[in-house]
């Protein structure tokens, strides 16, 4: 592991096992390439990042791309969180633009170019999958985001996710289940870093809900006393407060209008209220 500016930078342990394995197979150069493509594809994660104002603390390097550990307070929209998350593939998309370029200007039979633009190709597009925590999934869920509730985004993404990361082990051992005594090892070992980290994002939907409700002040606290435009949402008095709190959607600042069984309004309240109430295990 090392630090550059306060970043950790670190190899997953399945890059470790690779780049053992190509040292043993005579195989060393490509897997040079591959960690220069990888690497590229995260320092376009950071930069996004970085421009958007977001801390990166740290940075674990895999063979199809990384985990960037991001510290959110609030800030991170979700057109933000998009961006970042294209700004991968987008390094990818550029080195394949320049090793083309370089192939048609250069003699030579091209063979290391044509390596760099498969390999930077097979990235760019596994990543663009729509499983988290792809960049693909990231973009999937932070769109979702603006159109439905974040709980339920939440949950289903992360479901969805699991059930995806099931299919790419399941094909995995495809093979081998026709009878062909073969599995596809790459994908395997992919396909279970993918279930358990989609298994542990699942168990931390309640977490990562409640931070999300712990940074609204900081995200909609100033615009909210300044008299920005809220959605509203209209809850029976009788609705649990979590159930009302599982309505809050990412982009919009929320007045909660409670009606009883006759339908007249007896309390018209801020969301951060509601949240107060939430965290100190009281009722409305």
Same mark, same amino acid.
């Given at each position: 592991?090392?630090?550059?500016?306060?970043?950790?930078?670190?190899?997953?342990?399945?890059?470790?096992?690779?780049?053992?394995?190509?040292?043993?197979?005579?195989?060393?150069?490509?897997?040079?390439?591959?960690?220069?493509?990888? !690497?590229?594809?995260?320092?376009?994660?950071?930069?996004?990042?970085?421009?958007?104002?977001?801390?990166?603390?740290?940075?674990?390097?895999?063979?199809?791309?990384?985990?960037?550990?991001?510290?959110?307070?609030?800030?991170?929209?979700?057109?933000?969180?998009?961006?970042?998350?294209?700004?991968?593939?987008?390094?990818?998309?550029?080195?394949?633009?320049?090793?083309?370029?370089?192939?048609?200007?250069?003699?030579?039979?091209? /063979?290391?170019?044509?390596?760099?633009i498969y390999g930077n190709a097979?990235?760019?597009?596994?990543?663009?999958?729509?499983?988290?925590?792809?960049?693909?999934?990231?973009?999937?869920?932070?769109?979702?985001?603006?159109?439905?509730? @974040?709980?339920?985004?939440?949950?289903?993404?992360?479901?969805?996710?699991?059930?995806?990361?099931?299919?790419?082990?399941?094909?995995?051992?495809?093979? !081998?289940?026709?009878?062909?005594?073969?599995?596809?090892?790459?994908?395997?070992?992919?396909?279970?870093?993918?279930? @358990?980290?989609?298994?542990?994002?699942?168990?931390?939907?309640?977490?990562?809900?409640?931070?999300?409700?712990?940074?609204?002040?900081?995200? !909609?606290?100033?615009?909210?006393?300044?008299?920005?435009?809220?959605?509203?949402?209209?809850?029976?008095?009788?609705k649990h407060l979590d159930s009302i709190l599982r309505l809050?959607?990412?982009?919009? @600042?929320?007045?909660? @209008?409670?009606?009883?069984?006759?339908?007249?309004?007896? /309390?018209?309240?801020?969301?951060?209220?509601?949240?107060?109430?939430?965290?100190?295990?009281?009722?409305?």
């Amino acid at each position: 592991m090392i630090n550059i500016r306060g970043i950790k930078l670190s190899l997953h342990p399945f890059f470790v096992i690779l780049m053992l394995f190509s040292v043993i197979t005579g195989h060393f150069l490509e897997l040079i390439v591959l960690f220069s493509i990888v !690497f590229i594809h995260e320092l376009g994660h950071m930069t996004a990042a970085l421009l958007f104002g977001v801390r990166i603390r740290s940075v674990q390097l895999l063979p199809f791309g990384g985990v960037v550990e991001m510290e959110d307070h609030g800030q991170l929209t979700a057109w933000k969180e998009i961006g970042i998350a294209l700004a991968g593939p987008l390094q990818n998309v550029l080195m394949i633009g320049a090793a083309l370029l370089l192939r048609e200007i250069t003699p030579g039979d091209g /063979a290391f170019l044509n390596y760099v633009i498969y390999g930077n190709a097979m990235i760019a597009l596994f990543n663009l999958l729509p499983v988290l925590p792809l960049d693909g999934g990231k973009v999937v869920h932070a769109a979702a985001s603006l159109l439905f509730p @974040y709980h339920p985004t939440l949950l289903w993404s992360s479901r969805i996710s699991v059930v995806c990361s099931m299919g790419v082990v399941f094909f995995s051992v495809l093979p !081998f289940l026709q009878g062909e005594g073969r599995i596809q090892l790459n994908l395997l070992l992919i396909g279970i870093f993918l279930l @358990y980290s989609n298994w542990i994002d699942y168990r931390h939907v309640p977490y990562r809900f409640s931070r999300f409700l712990m940074n609204r002040e900081n995200r !909609f606290g100033g615009g909210a006393r300044a008299g920005v435009l809220a959605q509203p949402i209209i809850v029976d008095q009788a609705k649990h407060l979590d159930s009302i709190l599982r309505l809050f959607k990412r982009e919009n @600042y929320h007045v909660i @209008y409670v009606i009883n069984k006759q339908g007249s309004l007896i /309390a018209m309240l801020p969301e951060q209220r509601l949240i107060s109430a939430y965290f100190a295990g009281l009722h409305i």
